[in-house]
């Protein structure tokens, strides 16, 4: 009775172990998102080749790019079914320090001030669009910037809260006056209008934008950048640990199955129809224009 009697104890011990096992593991499988069963992701579609607007789609089919795949893998990933909320590029990183959305995948380069402010995952690469900064210009001036000095005097704008602002700001500054924009649409207009003389962009942009406008072109010129912001990150609100955990389980998976090339060729044919615009948004996702 006694040997019977420790066994039961034994056994029940085993199960109340593995059932605390279990709740373990599922708890550390959760990811709490903003939407159950949802995976909200900003952006702001007004970037070539990584987001941008199809004009001939409507709804969640609208937006095409890099991190359009990117965000539809890894939401997939997780089981998780992807709402893309579109808006403002500065909007779009208070949304995810505020817990509007769950994270946001925009072309976003390695900053301190981002890795201060939010959960930066592992980098991921998109082809050539952020490793090289460089400034669009009139197709008069084409290639007559090779230095920082080369830009006295003269008006270059940037989209705010950008990479290509940082870099101006610390490269370009008492050389050239500055003015940042809340969308790169309307940076481009400034340039056609003439209000500006040029627009810091990464090189990926800047090659699909002078390919289809033949008044634009590259001047030549390439801002330093540090090593750690030649790729790209994706934001994710500070103390979501699990959820950062799983995002960077995707982009390893993606990685390994060597599919960031293949997105990236698609995503430039794309933004090179006819069909791809840039689309800008206000701070509360409503859309306030569509550019080429």
Do not use: H
Request: proline share 2%.
């Amino acid at each position: 009775m006694k040997k019977l009697t420790a066994v039961l104890l034994a056994l029940t011990l085993v199960l109340a172990l593995g059932g605390c096992t279990e709740k373990l593991v599922d708890q550390t499988k959760k990811i709490d998102t903003a939407k159950e069963g949802v995976l909200t992701v900003a952006m702001s579609p007004d970037f070539l080749p990584m987001e941008f607007v199809n004009i001939e789609k409507e709804g969640q089919e609208r937006f095409e790019g890099f991190d359009v795949f990117l965000a539809n893998y890894i939401a997939e990933d997780m089981g998780l079914t992807l709402e893309l909320v579109p808006m403002e590029f500065s909007a779009c990183q208070s949304a995810v320090a505020n817990g509007k959305v769950d994270l946001s995948i925009s072309g976003y380069s390695y900053t301190k001030e981002r890795a201060d402010r939010f959960l930066l995952s592992d980098t991921y690469v998109a082809g050539n669009n952020g490793t090289k900064q460089t400034v669009i210009v009139a197709k008069e001036n084409e290639g007559k910037f090779e230095t920082a000095e080369d830009f006295q005097g003269l008006t270059i704008c940037y989209q705010e809260s950008s990479l290509q602002q940082k870099l101006a700001k610390a490269q370009l500054n008492r050389i050239s006056i500055l003015k940042g924009y809340a969308d790169l649409g309307t940076a481009v207009e400034a340039l056609r209008s003439g209000s500006v003389d040029g627009v810091a962009v990464a090189e990926g942009y800047a090659k699909l934008v002078t390919a289809q406008n033949p008044d634009f072109a590259l001047s030549g010129f390439y801002f330093e950048v540090d090593d750690s912001s030649k790729d790209n990150v994706i934001l994710v609100k500070q103390g979501s640990t699990a959820l950062l955990t799983a995002v960077n389980k995707a982009l390893a998976k993606a990685k390994k199955d060597e599919l960031y090339d293949g997105w990236y060729e698609e995503a430039k044919e794309l933004a090179a129809r006819p069909e791809a615009y840039l689309g800008t948004y206000d701070a509360n996702g409503n859309e306030t224009g569509l550019k080429k």
